[in-house]
T-cell receptor, first 113, second 112 residues
Framework: GAGVSQTPSNKVTEKGKYVELRCDPI?????LYWYRQSLGQGPEFLIY????????DSGLPNDRFFAVRPEGSVSTLKIQRTERGDSAVYLC???????????FGPGTRLTVT | ELKVEQNPLFLSMQEGKNYTIYCNYSTTSDRLYWYRQDPGKSLESLFVLLSNGAVKQEGRLMASLDTKARLSTLHITAAVHDLSATYFCAVDREYRDDKIIFGKGTRLHILP
C-alpha cells in the first residue's frame, strides 16, 4: 500500500517568505507527527496530531511555526517569515493510534537563502 | 527530560569486521527503535525492541535491549559495503504514544 508522502520534495525560498509543507499519511492512521532534521543531526520532534487536534506541540521552536490537520488526514506545516536557520529536512510520520510504530515519509528539504 | 546518546558518532571499518554501536538513554522507556538512513533518504525502520532482554536479528545486524542499564546495542557481523549508512537509535516515553526522541546517529562507513 501507499506510504507516507510529502510535498514538495525540495523547497528553496528567500528569507522572510512564507512556506507550506504538506504531508499525506498512510490511510487509516490517526496519529501524525512532524520532525525536523538538521544536517548531521537526528530528527527532532515538532508536533503530534491525534485526529484533527494537536496533542503535543511542545517541539515547535517559536510562533512562526504552525501546523494544521483540519480533516484528520492531510497535514500542513506552515512557516512564516522564514529564517536561514529554518533550513532542514522536515519529516512527517504517521502511526495507527496506540501501535507506537511510526512510518516516515521521504521528507521535504527546505532551503532558506 | 528523555535523552538519547549514541556512540560512536562516526565509524569507519573494513569489510568482514565486526563492530557494535551503543545507545544509552536517560529515563525509563518502553520502546526502543533502530533506524537506518541513507544519504538524502528518509528513515527505514530496522528494529523495535519492547522488553528487557529483547534481541532481534536481521541479516548481519543484531539489536539487543537492556532496560535496567538503559542500553541498547546494534551489532554488525562481517560488515559489507552495503551496510554503509547512518544508524539512529530512538526511544519513546513510557506509557505515552507520542514523540520519539532520537540520538544524533552513527555514521557508518564500510571500506571495501
Amino acid at each position: 500500500g501507499a506510504g507516507v508522502s510529502q510535498t514538495p520534495s525540495n523547497k528553496v525560498t528567500e528569507k522572510g517568505k512564507y512556506v507550506e509543507l504538506r504531508c499525506d499519511p498512510i490511510s487509516g492512521h490517526t496519529a501524525l507527527y512532524w520532525y525536523r532534521q538538521s544536517l548531521g543531526q537526528g530528527p527532532e520532534f515538532l508536533i503530534y496530531f491525534q485526529g484533527t487536534g494537536a496533542a503535543d506541540d511542545s517541539g515547535l521552536p517559536n510562533d512562526r511555526f504552525f501546523a494544521v490537520r483540519p480533516e484528520g488526514s492531510v497535514s500542513t506545516l506552515k512557516i512564516q517569515r522564514t529564517e536561514r536557520g529554518d533550513s532542514a529536512v522536515y519529516l512527517c510520520a504517521s502511526s495507527l493510534s496506540g501501535s507506537g510504530e511510526q512510518y516516515f515519509g521521504p521528507g521535504t528539504r527546505l532551503t532558506v537563502t | 527530560e528523555l535523552k538519547v546518546e549514541q556512540n560512536p558518532l562516526f565509524l569507519s571499518m573494513q569489510e568482514g569486521k565486526n563492530y557494535t554501536i551503543y545507545c544509552n538513554y536517560s529515563t525509563t522507556s518502553d520502546r526502543l527503535y533502530w533506524y537506518r538512513q541513507d544519504p538524502g533518504k528518509s528513515l527505514e525502520s530496522l528494529f523495535v525492541l519492547l522488553s528487557n532482554g529483547a534481541v532481534k536479528q536481521e541479516g548481519r545486524l543484531m539489536a539487543s535491549l537492556d532496560t535496567k542499564a538503559r542500553l541498547s546495542t546494534l551489532h554488525i557481523t562481517a560488515a559489507v559495503h552495503d551496510l554503509s549508512a547512518t544508524y539512529f537509535c530512538a526511544v519513546d516515553r513510557e506509557y505515552r504514544d507520542d514523540k520519539i526522541i532520537f540520538g544524533k546517529g552513527t555514521r557508518l562507513h564500510i571500506l571495501p
